[in-house]
């Protein structure tokens, strides 16, 4: 086993523990600290994938932005109030879709051949990267701002709530 | 090197565990969670696929770019809709939230 493989298959380990978790933790603070140790695996797989913008990336918004966020919506609903019990009735249902769908697509995975594969991964350089973004999907990129600025807008006018409340 | 299906089963998993977590979970906040870990499963495809099989164009890279923002505004305005839903009705939990329900 080479060594790139020692260091899948720990980052593989600590994304799914994380994200294990996240589903079965029963205080909602512990699942929020388990978020944030799976998203950082995650930037973890990414630079194995040689993808080291999207590491960055991953780091700063889910890392530092997102999860602050979760913990801020917390704090304000007061989570900690409700009973621990915070799975609902349709627990066996819920594991028995997840655990079907986990079977479908591993097979699914595994068993297909993959065509083009290259043989050597070759780390994505930033100018290229940047060339394709701002030359051929600058339309789309212009989008995602509009988008980010309309969820920016109502996401104030929704926590704020109407005047004279 | 590492093959391509390491990282599928990987992001199999991942997602597996948010549908999971979608469904099973009854308070918002946690309910998001387990969406987000989705959405990081469907990245982790998109730069596996990206990287091993078209090395040359950045397509799958600068979708994930985009997963990556449009669940930065997603996670914003869900947790507003969930601080809203609160302050009407003092609950986070799914199941209590039935206004719709017959």
Known sequence: ??????????????????ALGVVLARNIVHCALFLILALLA???????????????????IYGGAVTILILFAMMLTRVRDLPQAVDGPQRPFA?????????LSILAAVSTEWPGETEEIT?????????SLFRNWAAPFEIASLVLLVALIGAIILARGEEGE | ??????FLVLSSILFSLGIYGVLARRSAVLI???????????SINFIAFAVYLSPEQFTGLIFAIFVITVAAAEVGLALAIVLRIYRNKATANVDEVDALKW
Do not use: K, W
């Not at chain 1, 086993?1 to 994380?18: D, P, R, W």
């Open chain 1, 1 to 18: 086993m080479s060594y790139e493989e020692v260091i899948f298959y720990f980052v593989a380990a600590l994304t799914v523990s994380g």
């Open chain 1, 95 to 103: 594991a028995l879709a997840a655990g079907a769908f986990m079977g």
């Open chain 1, 42 to 60: 995650v930037a973890g797989v990414f630079i194995l994938l040689s993808a080291e913008f999207l590491a960055i990336v991953q780091v700063l």
């Open chain 1, 123 to 131: 780390l994505v350089p930033f100018r290229d990267l940047s060339e």
């Open chain 2, 32 to 42: 998001l969670m387990s969406v987000e870990l989705m959405l990081q499963a469907v």
């Open chain 2, 1 to 6: 090197m590492i093959p391509i299906q390491n």
